[in-house]
């Protein structure tokens, strides 16, 4: 089965300062990979995914993800943080092989804070 | 589009008491799911259903139960609530989109205590 590895459970970085935040998954073959933001009190929002279209994958608000088959890895970054970022953002996987089932598999989540 | 709802929005229950929480959506997706939320534990799957009448457990099912009679519904059941059920539920749905990702779209969520 697949999972998900977010390093960390909390991010700190100053307003202006690179975002940057780790993903690793295990599966045997590339799989769909999502990540999503969750703001205060609010339900979880995509951010972008992956869908072996392109390795480097733009999403909303400006950030942007890198899919490494080498490294497994599928982490987040943003060049400059504003205060707006900071929420909690989650990582996830779905295996190509799920079809119908169509589950995601979530990592624990990590929470961005931006210093001003 | 209102996307997906969750109804109600926050509850507070007594050990033993019974519950159920609303899931609507209305974008004809044929997929749902009932999550939960706890500190440090990410979101967990506790049932989903692939369509209208049909349901399976997750990776949290014990304790709850579900039920899909109509596409755009799907409830989730407490029958006898624990405090271990005190949790932030979320509901999502999805299609197979773009490249067949099934992208789940999430509803606000439901904050449930139970003491």
């Given at each position: 089965a697949q999972s998900v590895t977010q390093l960390?459970?909390?991010?700190s970085v100053s307003e202006g300062a690179l975002v940057l935040l780790r993903c690793n998954y295990s599966s045997s073959v590339p799989p769909y990979l999502f990540w999503y933001v969750q703001y205060p009190n609010q339900g979880l929002q995509l951010l972008l995914k992956y869908t072996s279209a392109a390795t480097l994958v733009k999403g909303i608000n400006g950030f942007e993800?890198?899919?490494?088959?080498?490294?497994?890895?599928?982490?987040?970054?943003?060049?400059?943080?504003?205060?707006?970022?900071?929420?909690?953002?989650?990582?996830a996987v779905r295996g190509v092989w799920t079809g119908a089932n169509s589950k995601l598999t979530f990592g624990k989540g990590i929470t961005l804070s931006v210093r001003p | 589009n209102a996307g997906v709802t969750q109804t109600p929005k926050f509850r507070v229950l007594k050990t033993g008491q019974?519950?159920?929480?609303?899931?609507?959506?209305?974008?004809?997706?044929?997929?749902?799911?009932?999550y939960r939320q706890d500190?440090?534990?990410?979101?967990?799957l506790i049932h989903y259903?692939?369509?209208?009448?049909?349901?399976?457990?997750g990776e949290v099912p014990d304790g709850y139960n579900?039920?899909?009679?109509?596409?755009?519904?799907?409830?989730l059941?407490?029958?006898?609530?624990a405090p271990s059920q005190t949790s932030v539920y979320f509901c999502a749905s999805?299609?197979?989109?773009?490249?067949?990702?099934?992208?789940?779209?999430?509803?606000?969520?439901?904050?449930?205590t139970v003491t």
């Open positions: 960390g459970s909390h991010v993800a890198e899919f490494k088959k080498s490294e497994t890895s599928f982490h987040l970054t943003k060049p400059s943080a504003h205060m707006s970022d900071a929420a909690e953002y989650f990582c | 019974s519950m159920t929480l609303l899931c609507a959506q209305d974008m004809n997706h044929e997929y749902m799911y009932w500190p440090g534990m990410g979101l967990r259903s692939v369509g209208e009448g049909t349901t399976a457990k579900v039920s899909r009679l109509k596409k755009q519904n799907f409830l059941g407490l029958e006898s609530a999805s299609y197979p989109g773009q490249g067949n990702s099934y992208e789940q779209y999430f509803g606000p969520g439901t904050r449930l």
